[in-house]
């Protein structure tokens, strides 16, 4: 069961676990807590800070085109991978459309060309930018399944401190880095699916202080490695971190 501490009727709209505060009010108080005591953030991009741009390289077909037939058997096979999967399809079939048609240098320059600063700021979904100003003091990085050239785009934008790209087990990259700076004691997590909320299970595994936060589509209790669920649109969530009540 989950906690609304912004009804979705409002419009943008978080919730907690039961189990995280015993009232609203103690459960807004602890989410800021938590939220900037943390000291590094794992970001994941596509749907979470974004609509996909993996999702629009591939529906533009860039680097193939409409007629090919390799690319008319990806769309099919992808197509069906969905129906049967749902989401836990899209990594492995990003990684076929990469694999296939974005090895070419001048694609790729294309593509970084493509994602200026503008066309970052127009994609980011509301609220988003906000609330990672409100967590700068913290190290910001994605750890996202896209393209270098797509997640440096982003990076630079929102001043993140790192991107790790065409990351595979995200969890690894992140027991990586764990093991890399054990003076880091607090973090934070942000993404849509389960292999997301796999970089919080590994934090927890090291016994790590973690805030886990699902962004989603509509109003759902979310996969049990995330506490928080909040819509695309972040402005309830910057709204109760701006908040002093």
């Known amino acids: 069961m989950m906690r ?24 807004r108080r602890l989410l800021r807590e938590r939220i900037q005591r943390a000291q590094v953030w794992f970001f994941d991009l596509d749907d979470n800070h974004a609509y ?16 090919s037939p390799t690319y008319l058997l990806w769309c099919m096979t992808t197509a ?6 749902g989401k836990n399809a899209e990594c492995r079939t990003w990684e076929k459309y990469i ?67 065409e990351a595979g087990a995200k969890e690894r990259i ?16 942000e993404g849509d699916s389960e292999c997301d909320g796999m970089m919080a299970e590994v934090l927890r595994f090291y016994n790590k202080d973690v805030i886990a936060i699902c962004s989603m589509d ?7 490695m995330f506490d928080v669920s909040v819509s695309k649109n972040r402005q309830g969530l910057v709204d109760i971190l701006q908040s002093q009540i």
């Not at 943008?12 to 459960?27: K, L, Q």
């Not at 764990?178 to 997590?189: C, L, Q, W």
Request: with cysteine; aromatic share 14%; hydrophobic share 35%.
């Open 174 to 189: 992140v027991e990586h880095f764990v093991r890399e700076h054990p003076g880091f004691d607090s973090y934070g997590v």
């Open 99 to 165: 694999t296939t048609f974005l090895q070419d240098t001048d694609v790729r320059r294309r593509i970084r060309e493509q994602w200026s600063p503008e066309m970052v700021q127009q994609s980011l979904y509301p609220g988003v930018q906000d609330f990672c100003s409100e967590v700068s003091h913290a190290w910001r990085l994605y750890v996202t399944r896209n393209i270098e050239e797509v997640a440096e785009a982003f990076a630079e934008a929102l001043d993140f401190e790192k991107y790790v790209a």
């Open 52 to 67: 996909s741009p993996a999702k629009t390289i591939a529906k533009n077909a860039t680097g193939t085109s409409y007629l």
């Open 218 to 224: 509509k109003p759902r209790e979310p996969v049990r």
């Open 80 to 85: 069906w991978a969905l129906f049967r999967e």
């Open 4 to 27: 609304y501490l912004s009804l979705p009727k409002d419009g943008p709209w978080v919730a907690v676990r039961e189990t995280f505060a015993s009232s609203d009010e103690e459960a």
